[in-house]
């Protein structure tokens, strides 16, 4: 079955650096498109950030554009989302979810990865 | 690009049908069929419904259904059950590869 694992994520100082990973089993992850979705109790789903299946493009919500990176490695089935310059405002539960084959959707979610940013 | 827009809160009685509306722009629902629906149970991971506006995904019922008018997409569940109760979203394609959120109805079976 597919499964999705982040980690990375904990408390981290304004203007300072976090890299979350996402372990994908399950499915050919080399195929599929990946993208990170963050949950917040006030705002609720915001997307993030999304990245073809090869890597060749990637596309961010313009409140990350800038200081989040997405990339991935195919050989260790593995998705990565680099978090620069954070800020208080980007306090979330952060989600790595599949792109659905067809596209326009997200069909399997992971479990999630917290992170806080504060003094 | 500014949220879609949900009702914060629907209810009905088991057995009942309720329907959840996710209002956005010509930039948004109304230019694509590409709005997916998602189920969300506290403290767990969302769940896709409903995919390209009406379609169910393997394993999800029949009782979820899926439209869309103009600039609203709606969601709909029929013969309400108790663990239907749960926060829904409804989510759009934006272009370039973009995509937006509504900001979240919650269920609550009387």
């Known amino acids: 079955q597919v499964q999705l694992v982040e980690s990375g994520g904990g408390v981290v100082q304004p203007g300072g650096s976090l890299r979350l990973s996402c372990e994908a089993s399950?499915?050919?992850?080399?195929?599929?498109?990946m993208h990170w979705v963050r949950q917040t109790p006030d705002k609720g789903l915001e997307w993030v950030t999304f990245i073809r299946y090869d890597g060749s493009n990637e596309y961010y919500a313009d409140s990350v554009k800038g200081r989040f990176t997405i990339s991935r490695d195919n050989s260790k089935n593995t998705l990565y989302l680099q978090m620069d310059s954070l800020r208080a405002e980007d306090t979330a539960v952060y989600y790595c979810?599949?792109?659905?084959?067809?596209?326009?959707?997200?069909?399997?979610w992971g479990q999630g990865t917290l992170v806080t940013v504060s003094s | 690009q500014s949220a879609l827009t949900q009702p914060a809160s629907v209810s009905g009685s088991p057995g009942q049908s309720i329907t959840i509306s996710c209002t956005g722009t010509?930039?948004?629902?109304?230019?694509?069929?590409?709005v997916s629906w998602y189920q969300q149970h506290p403290d767990k991971a969302p769940k896709l419904m409903i995919y390209?506006?009406?379609k169910r995904p393997s394993g999800v019922s029949d009782r979820f259904s899926g439209s869309k008018s103009g600039n609203t997409a709606s969601l709909t569940i029929s013969g309400l059950q108790a663990e239907d109760e749960a926060d829904y979203y409804c989510c759009s394609y934006a272009g370039s590869s973009t995509y937006v959120f509504g900001i979240g109805t919650k269920v609550t079976v009387l």
């Open positions: 979810a599949k792109d659905r084959v067809s596209g326009g959707s997200f069909d399997y």
């Open positions: 399950g499915f050919t992850f080399s195929n599929s498109g």
């Open positions: 010509s930039s948004d629902v109304g230019s694509y069929n590409l």
């Open positions: 390209e506006g009406s």
